[in-house]
């Protein structure tokens, strides 16, 4: 069985409007379908209006739905929001979404994209660039 990997925050936002519940619902959706996902818990990327926003990987990219419900879950799955297909709550491609698009992330460019207590993932997107640089240094 093939995983589809999916992001779900598990930040203050998030979890204050329902992404444990969600979590819960993916999860039981899923295995009555006996469908495997890969679920990834990052953080926000800052639209709280949008949150839980819940992010598929597809081929083309990260789709957006969002803010998602746990009474949603049934419809998104039978919309095949697995497969990056439209539904009410589809925002399209993550990186294409306006709010999204036009910001300058610094401190926070990783926050939101990956699971933060990946290392691998840390260092995919340029994490520890600068403590090697800094190791290999002269004293």
């Given at each position: 069985m093939?995983?589809?990997r999916i992001y779900l925050p598990r930040e203050t936002t998030a979890l204050s409007v329902g992404?444990?519940?969600l979590l819960h619902q993916l999860q039981t959706e899923a295995s009555y379908r006996g469908l495997g996902l890969e679920i990834v818990r990052n953080g926000s990327r800052g639209a709280c209006w949008l949150e839980p926003l819940l992010e598929v990987e597809t081929p083309a990219g990260r789709i957006a739905y969002?803010?998602?419900q746990p009474e949603d879950v049934a419809s998104?799955?039978?919309a095949?929001?697995?497969q990056g297909e439209?539904?009410?709550l589809y925002l399209g491609l993550v990186?294409?979404?306006p709010y999204f698009k036009n910001q300058e992330r610094l401190t926070f460019a990783r926050c939101g994209v990956i699971d933060p207590l990946s290392v691998t993932a840390y260092k995919n997107l340029g994490g520890f660039q600068g403590l090697e640089r800094a190791l290999a240094m002269s004293g």
């Open positions: 093939s995983l589809t992404a444990e519940q969002g803010p998602v998104l799955f039978d095949g929001f697995l439209r539904h009410p990186d294409d979404i």
